[in-house]
């Protein structure tokens, strides 16, 4: 008995005192006798409110471990990369610049860090000048693209949608990494978001992850995880902010082409299914990665655009069309915005649609009915994987069934 109390102390110790995953997160999961809180906070001798290190901006503060190329995390947003085995370019973006690794050789080579050509406009740098903090600037970090609110308060900042004490868990044992009521979205995503007086909840959002290397600071630790494919949640997520942009009153009007009409203007479906066309490029790095909750894919928010930058450029008709009316967040001319999408111009459209070729009434593998007027594919299983069909995500049955 006494020595299998032995191999059991001595087991509790070894999990103690060696670096585990389950104790590296510096953002929650914190133990008794956590160094965490000091990286951000300091009692007494504080620079900023809440007693953090450094300003005066949340942007700045963020930048201090996640920027400038700090050695104290492995994700820097500031510049778009992460640090593993080698260095990766971010798949959200970096808010200042972004890292192309243009010879594939996992290294910063001078000129594979790009200007970005949009950006989620964070409070702390004027859009299109990174020289300095801002704090005389109002309705920019105010305004929401595709929003019928405002933010109040600090305007938008990173805990707009990060919250900074939420903790992480590791992925399953295929890579998925899912946010419900007892856990942590992926990426520190808040649960909640309240926009003026409008509170959204139960925001989960699961992703798969790669493990890519390790990262070790402060005598601890943990792996360093690469986002490759979006699996469920970031339209209802995303949509908390950009409420213009949710299509929730589908399209009952047959040949409109399943486009939703909402706040008075068509709108692109979400959570659609997609069948591939060929050669469709479905990477989270390179192209524009579906979502997939079960078998059936499905067109979201992150399937066209970065969650933090681009480096895309639009030119001619791409960049023509004016968005929003009243946008003060770019001194360039109305429309003149890359808007986040992930290939140049149209890219993000060809990708599916090709030369409008696929995923419209004219794609080859949809067939014509028996009624001379409306098409069925030629494999329902690809859309419809059981008798009882699909209806997650928030896919309701009226975008192919007209007068539910």
């Known amino acids: 008995m006494r020595a299998r109390i032995a191999v059991l102390l001595a087991a509790l110790l070894t999990c103690l005192l060696l670096p585990s995953a389950a104790f ?20 007494h001798a504080a620079q900023e409110p809440k007693l953090l290190k450094t300003g005066p901006t949340q942007t700045q503060f963020c930048f201090m471990c996640h920027g400038g190329g700090a050695i104290s995390a ?24 972004q890292f192309v690794d243009a010879d594939s050789d996992g290294v910063i080579d001078p000129g594979e860090l790009h200007p970005v050509t949009s950006r989620h406009n964070v409070w702390g740098f004027v859009y299109g ?7 005389d600037t109002t309705n920019i970090y105010y305004w929401i693209p595709g929003g019928s609110s405002w933010f109040t308060g600090s305007g938008f900042v990173c805990s707009s949608c990060h919250d900074p004490h939420a903790g992480g868990r590791t992925p399953d044992a295929s890579g998925y990494i899912a946010g419900d009521a007892s856990n942590a979205n992926p990426r520190l995503l808040r649960k909640s978001i309240t926009v003026q007086d409008a ?38 997520w995303c949509g908390a902010c950009h409420n213009k942009f949710r299509t929730s009153n589908n399209d009952l009007n047959p040949g409109a082409g399943h486009a939703n009409y909402y706040f008075g203007m068509w709108r692109h479906p ?29 067109v979201a928010c992150f399937t066209c655009h970065r969650a933090h930058s681009t480096v895309a450029t639009m030119t001619g008709w791409a960049s023509s069309w004016p968005r929003d009316a009243a946008d003060p967040a770019t001194s360039k001319a109305l429309g003149d915005t890359s808007a986040l999408l992930r290939m140049d111009n149209r890219g993000v459209c060809y990708n599916c649609h090709g030369a409008g070729q696929y995923n419209c009434w004219n794609d080859t ?16 299983s690809k859309c419809h994987p059981s008798s009882t069909h699909y209806t997650g995500g928030g896919y309701h049955c009226s975008v192919c069934h007209v007068g539910w």
């Open 24 to 43: 590296a997160w510096t953002h929650g999961q914190f133990t008794a006798t956590t160094d965490a809180c000091a990286g951000c906070h300091v009692a």
């Open 74 to 97: 492995p994700y820097d947003v500031e510049n778009g990369y992460t640090v593993g085995a080698a260095v990766y370019p971010s798949t959200a973006g970096g808010f200042v610049q």
């Open 129 to 135: 000048d990174e020289s300095g903090a801002v704090q």
């Open 199 to 236: 509170a959204y909840t139960d925001l989960y959002v699961s992703f798969k992850v790669a493990t890519v290397g390790t990262f070790t600071y402060s005598a601890t630790t943990s792996a360093v995880y690469r986002v490759v494919e979006y699996k469920s949640g970031s339209t209802r």
């Open 270 to 298: 979400m959570d659609a299914h997609v069948l591939p066309p060929p050669g469709f490029d479905g990477s989270v790095q390179t192209g524009t990665p579906l979502e997939k909750p079960s078998s059936v894919y499905h």
């Open 365 to 380: 593998r949809l067939v014509l009915a028996s009624d001379g007027v409306s098409y069925i594919p030629m494999d329902c």
